[in-house]
């Protein structure tokens, strides 16, 4: 089963010569101004867009690509945005509930876009390593190791169940009710559970100390740990 939107983007602009943890920090502080504009603020939210198409033409990213990935997420955003406009529409008249909608997009759009183009300039191992030169917290870093490497055999698990069921519950529709929807999800919660108890087991067994050793450098030569 493939999960396109993990796949990477194999940028070749300016921005990857950069230090990764500049890019970091710079990413962070656009996501923190693009979250403190007020919701009716609609010139810093176009001065903010021509900032982060500024910066996507530097990274060297495929703009139909970056458009793909951030039409799958803005999905979510349009409902989540619906569902804040909706809860204030006793409190607020038709307009304001229309800015409300429209402010949470316009918020979660351009957030989402500066985390693809940091996804897609650093690849994950360079991410971690500027993360753990940042000061975060190893244990973070490490889980979000472990959660990049084991997330692929998850999707493969779950492939595997959904050709299992297919298999073993003949439909002419293709759709999945929720009913067995939430029984697939509900054993690859058990299934990812016993793995990750067994995969402890054997790291202990094998020396682990809760710090990650890696082959895959960043610019400055430092590991993951």
Do not use: C
């Not at 999960?3 to 923190?32: E, K, Q, Y």
């Not at 607020?92 to 940091?118: D, H, P, S, T, Y």
């Amino acid at each position: 089963m493939k999960l396109d939107f993990h796949a990477p983007l194999n940028s070749s602009g300016p921005l990857t010569r950069l230090d990764p943890r500049w890019l970091v920090v710079a990413t962070v502080a656009f996501v923190l101004l693009v979250v403190a504009t007020p919701p009716t603020a609609w010139r810093a939210f176009v001065i903010e867009g021509l900032v982060l198409s500024f910066f996507m033409g530097l990274s060297g990213l495929s703009p139909r690509t970056l458009l793909r990935r951030w039409l799958a997420f803005l999905v979510l955003v349009v409902f989540l945005a619906a569902m804040v406009a909706l809860g204030r529409s006793r409190s607020a008249g038709q307009g304001a509930i229309f800015e409300v909608f429209a402010g949470v997009v316009a918020k979660n759009g351009l957030a989402f876009g500066a985390m693809l183009i940091l996804g897609g300039v650093l690849p994950f191992p360079r991410l971690l390593g500027a993360l753990s030169r940042l000061g975060i917290p190893a244990v973070l870093v490490t889980t979000l190791h472990f959660m990049e490497r084991y997330v692929h055999v998850l999707i493969d698990e779950l492939g595997r169940m959904l050709q299992a069921r297919r298999a073993r519950n003949f439909r002419r529709s293709g759709r999945l009710d929720w009913g067995i929807l939430g029984g697939l999800l509900g054993v690859l919660f058990v299934r990812a559970m016993e793995r990750g108890e067994r995969v402890h087991a054997a790291m202990l067994a094998r020396g682990w100390d809760g710090t990650i050793g890696a082959l895959d450098l960043d610019t400055d030569g430092a590991d993951l740990a």
